[in-house]
């Protein structure tokens, strides 16, 4: 089983609308948790890191639920700027890093 | 701030020859990563250092894959003989400590022909 798991896509969705994507994880050890996106043909970049209680930052949302193992991120009111890969992050006592696949979001005019 | 700086963006070579990656981590950064992405297999970690010394290299394909951090501000991922299996875009990245969040430079986008 991976580590991290994410469903891929495509999400096509229009302006506005409000979108979420999961990421799970399969070790319960598992410490801190980021939301990276990736631009087409660009490097990946810190969109906003997870906390316990979930957090805000604008349009944004991200949770995180320990009991079920996942991490989530809202997307409210999306921007065509919005369009990119969104990829999870997990990482775990004894330096481990793991990076999920990426889901795809295309937000159509 | 500089970011994380990598050398060539792009490389373009023939398959047997060898071929050398370079990346300069943010000052301060104790951990440095390499990935290799590809469409097929997403972002593939293969070898991360901190404080210069390799931590975990499982992610190396290869022993035609080595790694090197000779000091904290320079680290080289040689491929030698390449292949062209080996084409994809290989980042390098640093972050503070375990933590927290990693920093991405640009890239190389490798195409070994």
């Known amino acids: 089983r991976k580590e991290v798991e994410q469903d891929p896509g495509p999400f096509n969705v229009p302006e506005g609308a409000t979108v979420a994507f999961n990421c799970t994880y399969s070790n319960s050890a598992s410490q801190s948790f980021f939301w990276y996106r990736q631009d087409c043909r660009k490097e990946p970049k810190l969109l906003m890191s997870?906390?316990?209680s979930g957090n805000e930052d604008g349009r944004f949302t991200a949770q995180l639920n320990r009991a079920s193992q996942y991490i989530s991120l809202l997307i409210r009111d999306s921007k065509l700027s919005d369009s990119a890969t969104y990829l999870c992050?997990?990482?775990?006592?004894?330096?481990?890093?793991?990076f999920g696949t990426g889901t795809s979001l295309t937000v159509i005019p | 701030d500089a970011g994380v700086i990598q050398s060539p963006r792009h490389e373009v070579t023939e398959m047997g020859q060898e071929v050398t990656l370079r990346c300069k981590p943010i000052s301060g950064h104790d951990y440095l990563f390499w990935y290799r992405q590809t469409m097929m297999r997403g972002l593939e970690l293969l070898i991360y250092f901190n404080n210069n010394v390799p931590i975990d290299d499982s992610g190396m394909p290869e022993d035609r894959f080595s790694a090197k951090m000779p000091n904290a501000s320079f680290s080289t991922l040689k491929i030698q003989p390449s292949e062209p299996r080996d084409s994809a875009v290989y980042f390098c990245?640093?972050?503070?400590?375990?933590?927290?969040?990693?920093?991405f430079g640009d890239g190389t986008r490798l195409s070994i022909l």
């Open positions: 990245a640093s972050s503070p400590n375990r933590d927290q969040p990693q920093h």
């Open positions: 997870v906390y316990s």
């Open positions: 992050v997990v990482t775990r006592t004894g330096n481990q890093f793991y």
